[in-house]
Structure formats: structure tokens, C-alpha cells
RNA sequence: GGAGCCAUAGCUCAGUGGUAGAGCGUUCGCUUGACGUGCGAAAGGUCGUAGGUUCAAUCCCUACUGGCUCCACCA
């Protein structure tokens, strides 16, 4: 053994051992019988050989068309700790991994890559668009698996999925039908958040507020002013609206407001949703391009009229206008109301305007025929899981903002205007005009009128809506290599153990697995939700290409090894917890794995022997044993920095500093003792630091307890 | 406007109803035959502020101050 533990010659081959090993993969049990998780554990399950619990994480598929950054290296870290400790307690243990097509991420990536070469999505047909990007994907995805390979991922690489296979979009079509036959699909027509530059719809989840400052205009509307950021919409007014309660406007309500520029007469109403402070406290309603109005709009059942299309040009306005972009025609229009002594005032007010998430340009509320679920009966159902502890969330405050979300939700637009992604199974039948959902296949007669051409809706499915999805869809469409049948997977793992991701995605993703689960399959899909924290630099700050404070795992890796990597990644602060990661961290856990090698080296160095045990020995075992004990209890509470404290502790402080130097005097009695505690300490840093305790044990092996540590049992408590 | 979180050693963070810990950093010693990616020792905190509960609070409660994050239709 040399002097300095050099990961680098190591780890690519013990990967590969172990996955040549099939370590990875669950060991089920002998009989195929589906239900037998269900079987009471009486005394004839014995005889048919030990029966395991399954212990099952679906892995939260990163991007298929990313490169992993310092973020999955956390959840990897997390995640295979919890795979390798259950492992080696003896559970049947599957770490699901997959990929996700990330269609909107997706699709705006490429289409830059597109943009570099001087081309555009509208270069290409639907068929020959998908299929570039699948291949470029493709290309991608194997990147990132490999990455998760180099960080030591011990996933059942036999059962890896994709979002886009197609037996997932079998299920994810199944679970549409279902919900469209159960009525709480519906195509509705509603002010979504466009972005005219990606040329899609967003959720409400996707639009990042900020604050900016913008002119208020005050306008003259004859009998009445209000007052408007948008004064070019105001084409696409239909009506004024007051307060119910405005002592000022009483005897005009039910009267007429005149329109500036264009003469038109816009009738007052009243609606408590308006404001009386704002403004004038009269607002002008327009259904087309703002959400409130929208509502008031539809309340009122006033007509909706759009002046601007979906490039962000301006329509059916007087003509002069048509054509122009937003901004462009708000300065002519502020113009031409001014030349017409409209404008009785403008002031600055800081108001909140939404932005694409994607390009952080400016979202057009826009009226549009999209598909919604129904939420809340789904929410209601995912709200009761989690009071009455179905599914539990390990940090009390994750389950304070998944209940709080789950109450304020709104209904779910699950359409997108993008060809990546899983396209909508509705057909629009040629002459009635009306939809029919099927679970995949075109229809062969319209239901409605017998006639048998239909157009397909062109939009896909908001990726969350198959990730929503991915517990049972990744379960009942796998098998791998360690089962014969598909579905015995789903019967045997789901639900399953542990839900592990960040907390930016909780609502995104963990509460619609939760409401979609327990739609699709009447069970909850996890019964552990641990969320971890972000990381951030050494400063707090948190990390992005911008702000050039990248962390490259794979980098980190390379240089202080993927165990060193992957031990910063939950040393020192508690998994829901930001952590601050930096290069000094890194370093230090890289020193501890040098630290374990030259324990080894020394142990190893010297032929086993045996001896009566003295104090010192008692004493070690004894500490041993507490130590084992407090890492097993704070690995089964998540407590995962706890756990990498004691063992770092013990191994380091008291097993090096203090046995170890004890010993000198009395090499030969302590042997035995001194291969043990290595072989139990071995057992305890594996999951933390897989490759350098394998690395170790293969060094030893005849020496200890089990061919391969990854295989090995749990020290005894 | 709402919601959640945080405030402990120079830095990053653990922690407990009975007067505080780690890693890194710093200082001073060490060519001990596993390791200088190391060994030994040390300095360093009135645990944000003000009240309250308690025999006792850094830990529980209230208010305040400062910071972070998320949500929200005030045009």
C-alpha cells in the first residue's frame, strides 16, 4: 500500500466491480408471489428462506440534458448513504435512477444551440425537431450517467428510466384519460402566462415576480378616470369597474365611461375585487390581457377582446398601431392619449410584473385554450395523507409549506406549446369540432358525430405532469434484471421508503407525486419525504453561472476523490439545512480518507495473531459499540452530519489517535483488535465514503467478514 | 400583503432546561519506524437585543432588531 491514499487509481475499477457484482441490484425474494410484502411475518415465511423489507428510493431523475453541477452531487450523497446503509442492514434495497426530458429546459437550450448555427425551431417540422433533440439528448444523458457513476451512485442501472420512454407515456396517457373521464380535465379557456419569446404558456409556478417601477397613466374616460400601467390595452377594454363600497362612484354605476382615442362606450360595474384606494379607485376591465379582469370579466359575462397576439404584437387596434411590439405601442398610445389632452396624470409606482423564468423577459397575460386539472379534490386527498402521517415529512417545517401550498392551489395548466416533451393525447374531431382523450391512439369514429378526421392538439405535457408521476410509472414499467415480471416491481417496492430531493422543487414536484400517486394508484407514492437543503459557496451565496462561483463536483472529485466530494456534501449542517461548500472542506474530508488508508496501512502491515484482551482493547470495543449505536440512530432519523461526525470522531480520534498509539507496546496482543474495529469502522464509513473503505477491505479481505464491503452486514448494535 | 426560516468561536455550522462543541483558519512545540493529507498543545464565545416562565435558559414564551427564502390579481 502506498504511503498517500491516490483515489484516482482506484475508483473507476471499483465501480466497476461492484456493478459487475450486481450489488446494485435488489435481491427479491425466491417465490414470485406479488402480494408477499402484504404476507403476515408468521413462522412459514421462514422456511422459505429470510424475508427482506424492501427498502426503495426513486431517484429525482436529473435533466437528461445537463451535465450534473454541485446540486445532484448533494441529493447523490444523500440518497446512496441511505441506499448503502440499508443495503447493508440487509434490506432489499433499490435506488431507482433515471432521466428526466426537462421539455421546456430542454427545448430553450437547444433551440440556443440552434440560434448559434443561425437557425430557429421553425427551420424543422414537429417530427425532425423532436428528433434532433433526442439525439442531442441522448448524448447528454449519457454524460450525466456516467457522472453519477464517478460519484460512486450504487443505482440499479438494469431498471434506469426515462420520461420519454414509451412505456412510461403509456402510463402518464393512462393517468390523463382517467382524470379526463373523471372530469377533473378540462380545456379551458383562461389568462395564461405567455411568454411571446419562448412562444409557450407557463404555470403560475414558472413566473418569477419582481418588483420595477412604472408610470401609472390617469385617464380620462369622460365620467369617470382611472388609472393604468397598460395603457395599450386599453383597445381591448370592455368595461369599468368600482367598488361596491366607493361612496363616489354610486350614482355613476350602471352609466357609461367613454373610451378615449377610439370613442367606444364601456359600461360601469361594480366588483369587490377592485381596489378603492388604488388609483381612482375605478378600474378598467380588460378580460384579454390581465387575470383580475379576467375574473370580473367572466363574473359579469363581458365580452373578451385581444389586442395583442402571440409574438408580443399589437392586433385589433386602430390601425396605426397593429403590428407594433408592446412597449412600441404603449409609447404611441401615451402619445396620441396625451395629444388628446387624456392624460390627467402620471406618477411612478413600484408595482410587481411577472417574468419567464426561462429568458426573464416580460410574460404577456394572455387569454388561451389550454388543458387544466382540476386541483383541488387531488390536493384534498394529499393534504389528508399528510395530516393523518401517510406520508411523512422528516422536517416539520418542509411540512408546514407543503400543507401550505397544498391549500393555495390553483388549478393545474398541464398544456405546453413545445414539441419536446409527451404530446397531449386529445384529438379534435375535423367536423364537430369537439375533443376526444384516448390513451394514445387517434380515434377511429368521432363519438360525438361518427366522422373519422381528427386533428391532434400539437401541445405537450408540462413535464411535471410525467415527473408528477414517475414513483409508479418508473415502478410498473420496470423489472431489471433480478425479476422476471414487470408490475412484481410496483407490487413489491411501492409504496416506497423515501422521497429525498431540494426544497426548490417541493411544490413543483413532491406535493404532485403526492396528489397524482394517490390519484393513480389509491396509495401514497413515499412514506418518507426528506428534503435537503441548497449549496451554496463558501459565503452563503448561492450558486449560479453568474455570479462564476461554480462548484463542479466532477472537478472536486477528480481531485480529492468522490469520497472527500461526497462527505462535504453532508458534513457539518443538517440535510434540510443550506450547506456552504468549499474547497477547504473538500480537502479536509479528503485528509480523513488518507487518514483511514494509513490506519489500514498499519494494521494490515502486521499477520493476524491472537491474544487475551486487556483494558485498552475492552475499552475500544466498547466505544465502538456506542459509536455504531449513535450512527445508526441518527442514520434512521436523517441525521446524516451527526452520523459523519461520530464516525469521523471515533475512527480518527479515538481508534487512530489513541488505540492505535496504545497499541505499539503490544503489537502482536492487540492484532486482533486492531482488525476488527478496522473491519467495523470499515462497515460504518462505507456508506459515507464507499471507495476507499472498499478500496481498504479488498486490500484485507481474507481478513474480514464478507468478499466485498458494499455486501457486507451493519455492525451490530 | 402573507408564509417559512435564521441570528452560537475569525469563517462555515452542530448542540443541550443546569453556566457551550466540531471542521477549517490562527499560535506554539514535534525528522515517535501508519499517516506533515500527520502528532502534541493552545488561544478564541457575557450563544442578536429587551422582557417573561422556571430553583435554573443559549435552548421554552412574547416583543424588537438584523438577515435569508418562498408565495400574492392591487390595475
Redesign the pocket.
Known sequence: ?D????HALFEAKIYEMWEKSGAFSPSLPSTSHSTLRDEPSGSDSKSSGRRMPPFTIIMPPPNASDPLHVGHARFIAIEDILIRYHRMKGESTLWLPGADHAGIETQFVFERKLRVEGKSRFDYDRDTLYKMIWDDVQKNKSTMESQLRILGASCDWTRNKFTLDPEIIKIVYKTFKKLYDEGLVYRGERIVNYCPRCGTAYS??E???V?RE?N?YYLDYGTIT?????PETIFADVAV???PNDARYKDIVGKTALLPLVERELPIIEDV????????????I?PGH????F?IGQKHKLQIVSVIDEAGRMKNTPSKYVGMKVEEARQEVVKDLEAAGKIKKIEK??????LCYRDKGLIEPMLSKQWFIKITPLAKKALEAITKGQVKFVS???E??AK??LK?L?DWNISRQIVWGIRIPAFRCDKCMKWTVTDGAEPVKCPSCGHDKFVQDPDTFDTWFSSGQWPYATLLSSSGISNKEKFEDYNYFYPTSVMETA??IL?FWVIRMIMLGLYATGDVPFRDVVIH?LV?D???Q?ISKSKGNVIDPIDMANKYGADAMRMGMV????V???????E??I?????????V???????L?QPSSKAKKNDEDKKILKELKSTTSKVTKALDKY?L??AA?EI??FV??K????Y??KS?DR?EQAQKTLEFVLQESLKLIHPFMPFVSEVIWQEGKERFDSPILINASWPKT
Do not use: C
Open positions: 500500500m504511503k498517500a491514499y491516490n403560475q409556478l413566473v418569477d415576480s418588483e412604472d401609472l382611472i388609472a393604468t400601467t397598460r369597474a368600482v367598488n375585487l377592485v381596489d378603492k384606494d388604488f388609483g381612482t379607485g375605478a378600474l378598467k380588460t390581465d387575470a383580475t379582469d375574473e409606482i413600484a408595482h410587481v410584473v411577472g416539520e417545517r418542509y408546514k409549506i401550505h401550498w393555495n390553483r426544497y426548490d411544490p437543503g451554496r463558501k459565503e452563503g448561492k458534513w457539518g449542517a443538517l434540510e439545512n443550506d450547506i456552504s461548500l468549499s477547504d472542506n480537502r479536509g474530508q479528503r485528509n480523513f480518507a488518507n487518514k488508508w494509513n490506519i489500514a496501512r498499519f494494521v502491515a441525521r452530519n451527526e461526525g469521523y470522531e480518527w480520534h481508534f487512530a489517535d489513541e492505535i498509539e505499539k503489537r
